[in-house]
């Protein structure tokens, strides 16, 4: 067996076996749609013919993908380190993309679970979202969502040394971008200075793209976009936590 394939094997039993986080994980997305769907319930959105919940659905999952990406990679990293199981890895004739490829694969399964658990929930009868034929388009900005926040939490992951720091740090990041982002809040009733804001963070693109493949709201243009800049986050954000992972907390 393969280094990248043991340690994909060793994340995924660890994950699964701890189960309060990875019921939370699926859960908490579904807190906040359950929320904002019976208080928008049977409310349409002007003449479109929509329900608030088929816009109001695409943000908050775009929100729960990228808070599971980030902190679970995040934490991952941080507890190796910890334990020291990182600097035994580095021992072995173990490549650093295969400890990335290992929680990368992970969190892309989550993440497809994530989506596939939060859609059908999102089109029962009491929310009643009616995705648009264009939803397909929701699996690549899915897949650059994962992508992007996973690379994010490596560098949170290398630098943070408790959880307590790996929590702070990215509720700092991911709460106040899921409000700036729109995930929560329609970037239209914002002012414009924030809404210029937005377009500095990767949430926004998930929002964009998520919208477009489930309402077909905007352009095709501007789901190309989207996933564009989320290429160019993930590029950068690996390349930056690429240069600052720590092996152990002395190096």
């Known amino acids: 067996m393969s280094a990248y394939a043991a340690l994909s094997r060793a994340t995924y039993k660890a994950t699964v076996r701890d189960a309060t986080t990875l019921f939370f994980t699926f859960a908490f997305p579904l807190v906040f749609l359950v929320i904002f769907g019976l208080i928008f319930r049977n409310q349409q959105v002007g ?91 929701a699996i690549p900005t899915m897949l650059l969502a994962v992508t992007a926040f996973l690379a994010l939490g490596l560098i949170v992951g290398s630098r943070a040394n408790t959880a307590e720091a790996v929590a702070a740090i990215a509720n700092c990041i991911v709460v106040p971008m899921a409000f700036l982002s729109g995930s929560f809040y329609p970037l239209e009733l914002m002012p414009g200075w924030l809404q210029g804001i937005s377009r500095a963070l990767p949430l926004r693109y998930v929002n964009d793209g998520m919208a477009y493949a489930f309402t077909g709201f905007g352009t095709m243009t501007d789901y190309l976009i989207s996933c564009g800049a989320l290429v160019a986050f993930a590029v950068a954000f690996a390349l930056i936590g690429v240069r600052t992972f720590r092996w152990s907390n002395d190096s």
Do not use: E, H, K
């Not at 479109?48 to 943000?59: L, N, Q, S």
């Not at 399964?109 to 029962?124: D, N, P, R, T, Y």
């Open 47 to 137: 003449d479109t013919g929509r329900g608030y919940v088929d816009y109001i659905a695409p943000g908050v999952l775009s929100w729960g993908l990228a808070s599971a990406a980030l902190f679970g990679v995040s934490f991952t990293l941080m507890q190796w380190r910890n334990d020291d199981l990182l600097r035994i890895i580095r021992l072995s004739p173990t490549s650093l993309w295969s400890v990335i490829g290992s929680r990368y694969v992970v969190a892309l399964g989550i993440g497809v679970a994530q989506s596939l658990l939060f859609v059908g929930v999102a089109m029962l009868p009491v929310f009643g979202m009616r995705p648009d034929p264009t939803w397909p388009l």
